[in-house]
């Protein structure tokens, strides 16, 4: 045969490699196009949707309890308006997402929900591209949990007609039956109580009761296309992703990668949904092309408050960019997105809107309300105006007390905008940092403090230093400085607003021990005076702790401390609803509130609901005041005028800004959050207490966060190739790639904060005070103040050691704890380990059962006391590394643990380089 030159045409029946596999593929692609059109003739794709589909019957798995329940009502309702905003292909902003399916987790199990709607006789389907990725983490596994009765239900069309065409095979009956009751076993695998008979599973179900058991988008029929353009049913894609499953749970080898990315075919997946996780880095937020090339139909972006916050001051920026990058130039190209902060709302309401060809700004993206869940402000059904009329706002009275701090704070903000594009934002979020320690140090001891004997020595100079030192505004100022050479033609603007700030630093903590300290004094000594309970709210846990202890400390506020518990309560401002709440369905409500300049969200949150006291007193600095007046009307500017809360709200706002007018001339306009985490923070994880040296090691997470141990710092660790086992891992042993868990304050807020924290912590309360009862009517004398004398002196050996005769007595006279409703007791328990052990040793209570009591029973109580330290750090680890040993010490910590490993999954960051720094450790 004759040599064919390079250009020709080949001969007759010369076919190469490639030309026959380039026939094959036009074949499949043939066949497949003619499929699509056999599909999209199909009358039952004109139907209704609502004839395949409906939200509020769907059941699911709670992940709590595994027990099987529908839908509630708020998230049918997120169902449907997410599934017609896809349907649409409208761009939409989802204002308060439900709190039941936060961040992905939510947006995952909606998307399931919604491949479901177009139902499984004729599965169109919908792709889900998680991006980045956070199935890592194992966040999006816990959303919607499989019913088994409902899958069987659900996936009985398809079950039949993968029957019927192995009946039309060559395949003898015996076989086909085989087939199918194979496929059926499977699924009877997928109960939840399926896993116990695996020997992995049952330690999953145990600790977790979630964790490994698979979502519906793990097991769900659908049909796949694999990327070198083989069809897959959806029996096929059954069985595959059960016999994963079985490798995950009974294999040696751990967890595979959990993210799941498949090539798609327009016809067979009309719907490609990308996801934008805020709390990832924006540096990972770059261009993702699937193996088919195709772009993604809708982007789903989740800028909750916590992780649009992470973004820092150039979140606006970085969401811009990251929508424009994945809409590859489609202007066209639909936006959802979901958030809680009013001020995101407004931001993407507009600058996400597609932008016209010519220039001109399209029609504002429409806000669709979903759930207000804090507020109420969604009301179903006609609105009864005369009811409306009638709505009485709780009698309030706002104190703003005037600071320099206004004014400063008007000059940053301004150098702030005009930095933010410099240096990749690092001047701005140095001046961000500096600006929100001195409005903490302005709202002193209403802050973020740990000030606990602050105003008890009115002498003491020392006093303005331990301030500064409270709030870290050495480094911060530091830091500003260090940012200033990068400024640009700004530099000497900053220079001179880092001097400004040291200088105000000073003032403040000059005018909080003096001026705020007798102000706060004087109205916690009127409130045992007051006829009805008053609830304390301060601005946080920390807050509430510093508050606590200088009411134990102060001997001039020892009537006070008398009446803590009956008259009066601290809360934080996690509890605060809950609290009132509790104290409304028993014969003790509330009828005064103080509220210490808590979160704005509180504050709107608590006075709008209908259990708020008839009498409210806010107490805030100016700069404060006005961001809770500045947050109140951006979410009225989203809100309903007809809903009941609108009114309250309203009212609250006028009230502050009269109260501002009064004080201050003119404020800086707050339309930002503070940025709790930006690439560059330093995390601190050395430990006071650490003695060994200079040499600090530092961990920089894959997200930028500088991390500092010690050789000898214990850390909690993911195993490797593991989801939801960990292990203790000391500093010197951390590598690159290994995930830890870093303890930030919002960590331990949320597990001090939760139901279930105190919940695990009432039962060993009761077996506590019922035990020192008994006790104590065992021991010598005739009255309680002769019991206390006699064990006065087993309390040291010191004066400074031992605790006064009344603090013994009152340790002991545990009977009127009795009549307390059980979730309103306090633990009426010495405030030291030291006299606690005392205590127990006297009254002869083994020290094993002692500590139970003090670590899970009592400091749990005293939840505000233990935003960090030891003992907050001895739960979770426990929680984390050995969980059965922790319910065995207490059986009600059970809910707690799987709090914990479910809220530790957004707080676990991989290393990606270790690093030794020698600096003093303090």
Not at 238 to 251: A, E
Not at 459 to 471: C, F, K, M, S, V
Not at 562 to 585: C, M, N, T, W, Y
């Amino acid at each position: 045969m004759a040599r064919r030159r390079r250009h020709s045409k080949p001969a007759p029946g010369d076919h190469s490699d490639a030309d026959r596999k380039k026939a094959q593929l036009e074949a499949l692609q043939k066949r497949l196009n003619a499929n699509a059109r056999r599909v999209s003739k199909d009358p039952v794709e004109d139907r209704p949707p609502q004839a395949f589909f409906r939200a509020d019957g769907l059941r699911f798995v709670r992940p709590a309890s595994l027990q099987s329940a529908t839908l509630e009502p708020d998230i049918s309702e997120a169902v449907e308006q997410f599934r017609s905003a896809v349907r649409d292909r409208q761009s939409t902003v989802i204002f308060n997402w439900p709190n039941r399916l936060p961040g992905v987790a939510a947006l995952h199990g909606l998307s399931v929900l919604c491949e479901l709607a177009e139902g499984p006789d004729r599965f169109a389907g919908l792709t889900t591209l998680f991006y980045p990725a956070s199935a890592r983490t194992g966040g999006n596994q816990k959303s919607l949990l499989v019913d088994r009765e409902w899958l069987l239900e659900t996936n009985r069309p398809w079950l039949d007609a993968t029957f019927k065409s192995l009946r039309q095979t060559e395949k003898d009956d015996d076989y086909i039956r085989a087939r199918y009751h194979a496929i059926l076993s499977l699924m009877s695998e997928l109960r939840p109580n399926a896993l116990e008979q695996f020997k992995r599973g049952q330690a999953v179900v145990e600790r977790t009761r979630d964790r490994g058991h698979p979502t519906l988008h793990e097991i769900i029929a659908r049909r796949s296309i694999k990327p070198n353009g083989q069809l897959v049913g959806p029996e096929q894609t059954f069985l595959d992703r059960c016999r994963r499953l079985s490798r995950l749970l009974m294999g040696k080898g751990g967890a595979e990668d959990w993210q799941r990315i498949e090539a798609v075919d327009q016809a067979l997946t009309p719907w490609l949904i990308s996801t934008l996780h805020g709390a990832s880095a924006p540096g990972s937020w770059i261009a993702y092309s699937a193996p088919s090339k195709r772009k993604p139909d809708v982007l789903l972006i989740d800028l909750q408050y916590p992780a649009r916050a992470r973004l820092g001051e150039t979140w606006r920026a970085n969401v811009v960019n990251a929508v424009a990058r994945l809409r590859h130039g489609d202007t066209d190209l639909p936006v959802i997105a979901v958030t809680d902060d009013p001020f995101v709302a407004q931001f993407a309401r507009y600058e996400l809107s597609p932008q016209a060809k010519k220039g001109r700004r399209t029609k504002p993206l429409p806000v669709r309300f979903n759930h207000q869940t804090a507020l109420g402000l969604i009301e179903d059904g006609p609105v009864n105006n005369d009811a409306l009329a009638t709505v009485e706002a709780p009698e309030l009275v706002v104190d703003v007390f005037a600071s320099d701090l206004a004014k400063f704070a008007a000059d940053a903000l301004k150098l702030r905008t005009d930095t933010i594009k410099i240096a990749d934002g690092k001047v701005a979020r140095a001046i961000s940092v500096c600006l929100s320690k001195l409005r903490a140090m302005a709202n002193a001891p209403y802050s973020q403090s740990e000030l606990g004997a602050l105003f008890t020595a009115t002498g003491d100079t020392g006093a303005e230093r331990r301030i500064l030192e409270a709030y870290n505004i050495t480094g911060a100022l530091a830091d500003l400085r260090s940012a200033a050479p990068q400024a640009d033609r700004y530099e000497a603007a900053v220079e001179a607003l880092a001097e400004r700030a040291g200088e105000l630093a000073r003032g403040l903590s000059r005018s909080a021990r003096e001026t705020i300290g007798k102000d706060l004094m004087n109205r916690l000594r009127a409130l045992p005076k007051r006829a009805t309970r008053t609830l304390v709210i301060a601005q946080s846990r920390a807050a509430a702790r510093a508050l606590e202890t200088w009411i134990e400390n102060d001997p001039s506020l020892e009537p006070v401390l008398e009446k803590l518990g009956q008259k009066f309560d601290i809360s934080a401002p996690q509890r605060a609803a809950a609290e009132i709440a509790v104290a409304a369905a028993s014969t003790r409500p509330f009828g005064h509130l103080l509220l210490l300049s808590p979160p704005p969200q509180v504050c709107l949150a608590v006075f709008a609901g209908d259990q708020c006291p008839k009498k409210v007193e806010l107490l805030c600095d100016a700069s404060s005041g006005k961001f809770l007046a500045d947050y109140g009307a951006a979410v009225l500017k989203l809100a309903p005028k007809t809903a009941p809360p609108h009114a309250r709200i309203s009212h609250m706002i006028t009230r502050v800004r009269s109260a501002l007018d009064r004080n201050v001339a003119s404020l800086p306009q707050f339309d930002l959050g503070d940025s709790v985490r930006a690439a560059g923070v330093v995390t601190d994880l050395t430990g006071r207490s650490y003695s060994g040296g200079s040499e600090v090691l530092r961990l920089m997470s894959v997200e930028g966060e500088d991390i500092r141990v010690t050789p000898e710092t214990q850390l909690v660790a993911r195993k490797r190739a593991s989801l939801d086992t960990f292990e203790f891992l000391l500093g010197k042993s951390v590598t690159a790639g290994r995930e830890v868990l870093v303890p930030r304050p919002a960590f331990i807020d949320a597990i001090a904060s939760a139901k279930s924290f105190r919940a695990a912590a009432v039962p060993l309360l009761s077996d506590y005070h019922e035990l020192v009862r008994q006790r104590a009517a065992q021991l010598p004398g005739a009255s309680l103040r002769q019991k206390a004398e006699r064990l006065h002196p087993e309390f040291g050996q010191t004066a400074s050691d031992q605790p006064t005769v009344s603090s013994v007595e009152r340790w002991i006279d545990i009977d009127r704890q009795g009549d307390i409703p059980v979730e309103l007791r306090i633990p009426q328990a010495p405030r030291t380990y030291t006299h606690f052990a005392a205590l127990m040793n006297v009254l002869k209570v083994d020290k094993a059962l002692g500590d139970v009591y003090w670590h899970y029973g009592i400091l749990a109580t005293r939840s505000t006391r233990i935003r960090s330290g030891f003992q907050m750090r001895r739960l979770y680890t426990a929680a984390l590394v050995d969980p059965d040993a922790l319910r065995r010490d207490n059986p009600a910590a059970g809910e707690l643990i799987e709090f914990i490993h479910d809220l530790s999954s957004e707080y676990f960051t991989e290393i990606a380089e270790v690093a030794l720094a020698q600096e003093d450790v303090q």
